[in-house]
């Protein structure tokens, strides 16, 4: 009898999708934490006062950054999710009229280009879905639009007696401005002398790193809310600062 070999080639395909939102917030988290602890480690130390602590800044640098980021890429993925629906079974529960409006919007690049800051995207899909868009005057939206003139501020300064930066809504604000909005809001560096700018110098502490943290995921955790379904990121609070 005459054999035959027979040759059987099998493939799978497994096709995922990373959710930025989680992994930013899970940076930023992990940010927070190591900023609070070397800031912690400096007091103990006694020698802190007066002295630059590079790692510290680097630090609270980071952290405001990622939070900034972590807001915009949580809009996007929100826009992302309704253009291709199977990634996100929650969207099962809104309007799938609006569903598909806002999927159709993002595939026509609004509001998916740079011409839109974050917090108008956020506007853009609540308007979309017949909700109320976010208040100006009023937190969770101020401290978010702080954190991104903040995040700003710090990317795009320049060395310049009065530095001018555009804040989230393409206003121009001062340093000085930036101050007085911030005032308040955190606990400054304390081991700046009082005599220090107050930007960057005195801002960059593990409080204001937690602040950012803690007003990025507000205004998230607001937009979900109101839309009606959860984040990809809730089931990592645990690992959130308290």
Not at 84 to 102: F, G, T
Request: glycine letters at 4%; proline letters at 5%.
């Amino acid at each position: 009898m005459d054999s035959e070999s027979i040759t059987i080639t099998d493939s799978l395909t497994i096709i995922g999708r990373m959710s930025f939102s989680t992994s930013h917030a899970q940076c930023a988290a992990t940010l927070v934490k190591m900023a609070t602890d070397r800031q912690n480690e400096i007091k103990a130390s006694g020698t802190g006062l007066g002295k630059s602590h590079h790692d510290l800044e680097a630090l609270v640098t980071s952290s405001i950054i990622m939070c900034a980021s972590f807001m915009e890429v949580t809009a996007n993925e929100f826009f992302s999710d309704c253009s291709d629906p199977k990634w996100n079974s929650d969207l099962k529960a809104l309007p799938q009229e609006r569903v598909k409006i806002a999927g159709d919007l993002w595939e026509a690049q609004i509001p998916r280009t740079a011409k839109y800051s974050t917090l108008e995207k956020f506007d853009v899909a609540l308007r979309i879905f017949g909700k109320p868009i976010l208040d100006k005057a009023r937190n969770p939206r101020q401290d978010a639009y702080l954190v991104s003139v903040l995040r700003n501020a710090l990317i795009h300064a320049e060395p310049v007696t009065s530095t001018l930066f555009t804040d989230e809504d393409n206003v121009t604000i001062t340093v000085q401005e930036m101050e007085k909005k911030l005032n308040g809001k955190f606990e400054l560096n304390p081991f700046e002398f009082s005599t220090s700018p107050f930007f960057p110098d005195k801002i960059l502490s593990a409080g204001c790193a937690e602040w950012a943290f803690k007003s990025s995921v507000a205004l998230s955790d607001h937009f979900f809310e109101i839309i009606g379904i959860k984040p990809h990121y809730d089931h990592i609070r645990s690992q959130f600062p308290t």
